[in-house]
């Protein structure tokens, strides 16, 4: 069945560095992909999405990379901060959407 | 302020007693759903509705039943909860159920069955 996962289940980064998240999806008709942050408690957030007639799109801090020819997607954060630690996850978007199954950022001081 | 709101935040119960889990927006969206999140699973689609009175399966809707006779309202029941329902769950709303429609989700309900 088509499924969307993620490489890393944890990853750990300094803060002030850059952090790639990575994720793999197998539904070559997704249309559209969305980044959500989790913090401890909370609801899925909204970071950033893109449509798969784009490969490239910028927000504050964050870029999303989409590779449509390996079915890849990644989320970029530039000058990483201890309030970007969270559970990152990404989903496809067909006709309904999935969901991968999260990586832990963890930013160390 | 635009929220997705639930309730109740966290609940005990014992195998067998109906439940029911409120799920309420104020953004006047027309898809809603309900996700389940276990761990190493992801979130996984209940029921989701595309508007008042529509209302369809998702990918793990067994032991679940939900309604939608208002716009704003989508409540989740169990109408005999097992162990196998102890769970995160998750509300959510958008516009439409199109792509490009972001999705809001509410706070999550943390539910035990015992």
């Known amino acids: 069945g088509e499924n969307v996962g993620l490489h890393l289940p944890t990853l750990s980064v300094q803060e002030g560095d850059n952090s790639i998240i990575n994720c793999a999806y197998s539904?070559?008709?997704?249309?559209?992909f969305i980044w959500y942050k989790q913090e401890s408690g909370k609801g899925p957030q909204f970071i950033i999405d893109?449509?798969?007639?784009?490969d490239k799109r910028q927000g504050q801090r964050v870029t999303v990379l989409l590779n449509k020819t390996v079915k890849h997607l990644s989320l970029q954060i530039a000058a990483t901060q201890p309030g970007d630690s969270a559970v990152y996850f990404c989903a496809e978007n067909t006709y309904k959407y999935i969901f991968g199954t999260g990586t832990r950022l963890k930013v160390l001081a | 302020e635009a929220q997705v709101t639930q309730n109740p935040r966290y609940l005990i119960t014992v195998t067998g007693k109906k439940l029911t889990v409120t799920c309420s927006q104020n953004?006047?969206?027309?898809?809603m759903s309900w996700y389940r999140q276990d761990p190493g699973l992801g979130l996984r689609q209940i029921y989701y509705?595309?508007?008042?009175?529509?209302?369809d399966k998702g990918d793990v809707p067994e032991g679940y039943k939900v309604s939608r006779k208002e716009k704003r309202n989508f409540p989740l029941i169990l109408e005999s909860p097992s162990p196998n329902q102890t769970s995160l769950y998750f509300c959510?709303?958008?516009?439409?159920?199109?792509?490009?429609?972001?999705?809001?989700f509410g706070p999550g309900t943390r539910l035990t069955v015992t």
């Open positions: 539904n070559s008709a997704s249309d559209y």
């Open positions: 893109i449509r798969s007639n784009m």
């Open positions: 953004m006047n969206h027309e898809y």
């Open positions: 959510a709303s958008s516009l439409s159920r199109g792509s490009a429609y972001e999705q809001y």
């Open positions: 509705s595309m508007n008042v009175e529509v209302t």
